[in-house]
């Protein structure tokens, strides 16, 4: 008897650990690409804000806090904050625009749904430089729009339309609004319409539908819309070179401007780690959203 | 200075590469710093004249399209050793390659003046064998007077050129011929004009306007300088290292701060001038690794580099001047005609001053940068 009590626990603990072994085969490939090339490649380039700029680049290994203080200055606070409000305007403008896209997609026929997404992905399929040199060659002095313009005599000579951060918002929300559409259609889709149907039995205006009802069980949606547009627009640094004219700069061209030719990378590290914990803010900002939806 | 092959028309593609990269830059020669007396420089290794090469191979690092793309075949034929081309996108990522400690495979590298000044004070390079480039002797003797490396002492400068002003003839009134016509510029090139994005060049109009040093150090002379700079700003259309040629075929602009390969003078109505006030001068050289198992080859490399059918394809295709007088006079005289910045001579390119690296000083061209930018 005492016999098999142990017998059964050893087959116990080895169907655990086979248990055990079956899981980490299947976690392993992706645990290891997490672990090489994102764990350790962060963690270097966290650890280099630490030290000490090495003259050809690289770091010299000397504790210091002066990355630190440094990216507390104005100058470069400014920038920061710079990126925050040019990063939040586009999203703004790109969840409003969005919205009613995503809502209309959603109301179509399922055939015309289909179609109508092909359309919001497509310019996808093209080279993303190449869809922001066209909005050179549109607003450009001599460009397209300008000349349009002058033609129909509607101005005398041509509108400075280009390298401004006007043009800056407007190159992020067109390359990012496609992200923003996506996921609010998703949410809208999956919507029961007779939720609708209830409110407006119930005596609710569409306005207040809309208020009470969609908005808030889109919410998700729209939270996931905006971190999508609103990350990669912050960390941009091709946009305000090529439609800024260089005129104005975002964190990112500062912290490619650190790595690529101050040859600064403590400090290029720096930049990355306050872009990095705006980013973490809201992430869990979002899965707070939708833990709650 | 980023290197696209075709300078000329930048597509759209380039500028992929461009944009991340190309800001780090052109490099130049070092002023009146001179490497030497930093005491790095060790001996010089033995090396035997008659070593049997065909034991020996041969890597490279280089920009890409900065040599022509069959050189390990010639070589194979000419040299009878394997050459061994390996890419780099900036002098910066050169100089990581280059520093990242172990033994980097790597024999010769092409890097800008400054770089290997840098190189050499590491102790990282050595020192060249003359007697096994019997081609120096094709060189300019212009080229053996660069500041960073009189005499060639470790390095051997591959092209050269300067900064100066590109700017459309039919659309200004008057040729500009000084760097305040960039940094205040006539109300017929208002808002069309951009400058240099690249810290060391956004900073070279007004330096040289205010008749300072391209290698200042001086924090009041950078104040004047971040003054005139900010001054500068509302007027300019934008800073821009990689378009500016389209820009001003185009007719966006009239007037760009530009390398002088760069300027695309092919183009009826854009000319080039290095303003009055004087502009820098840049070399691109070749360096042998003082890790090299294959010196004996890697100096027959370099040797064969010096030859104006090699020489002479990298002015003909890249379209720098290249330091080397036989292979200049080759260099097809239509070729020469059409691009006005080629037919500098080696005398007029040494008026320039020679930008050197800072060292942690440096990093003051870095904040100006920043600043400049960053300014409403």
Redesign the interface.
Known sequence: MTSSTVSGAAAGSRSHRSRVIGRLAFLGPGLTYLIVFLLIPLGMVLSYTLFR?G????VVYEATGENFTRLLEP??L??VV?SLKLAGLATLVALLVGYPTAYLIAQLPRKWKTIALVAIVLPFWT?F??RI?AWIVLL????LVNSTLVKLGLVDKPL?LL?NEGTIVTGLVYSYLPLMVLPLYAAIEKLDPQLREASANLGARPARTFVSVTLPLTLPGIVTGCLFVFVPSFGN??IP??L??????MVG??I?????????WPFGATLSLALLAVLIVLLLLQAWSSRRA | MFRARSPRSLP??V??TG???A???CGGGSGDTTAADSGATAAAAQLNPNADLTKQSVTVTVWADYTPKELPEKVKEKLKFDLKVTLHD?N?VA??KL?SGADTGIDVAFVSGQYAQ?LNE?GLLEPLHPELIPNLANLYPEAKELAYDKGNVFSVPYTWGTTGICYRSDLVKTPPASWNDILNPPADAE??V?MM???RWLALPAVKALGYSVNTRSDEELAKVKEKLLAA?PH?????DT?FGDKLK???AVMVEAWDGWCPTTEKNIKFVVPKEGSDLWVDTMVILKSSKNKEAAHALINYILSPEIHGWAAENILYKVPNKAAMDQVDAKLKADNTPLQMTPAQLLQGESII?L??D??KF??L???V??A?
Do not use: H, W
């Open positions: 700029r003259r050809f680049g690289g100058l470069y400014d920038v710079g080279n430089l190449v040199y450009s002095g001599p460009g400075e390298y640094f091709v070179e090529l800024g004219g260089g005129r104005s700069i061209n500062l490619r401007d650190q790595f690529l030719n101050a040859r600064d | 759209a593609a500028l992929v944009l991340a990269l800001v780090s830059a900036t910066e100089m990581a520093t840098a590491a808002k069309k951009t994005t690249t810290e700003k300019l259309l934008g800073y821009d378009t185009s007719g966006e690296d060292g942690e440096s990093t870095s904040r940068q920043t600043e930018k960053a409403k």
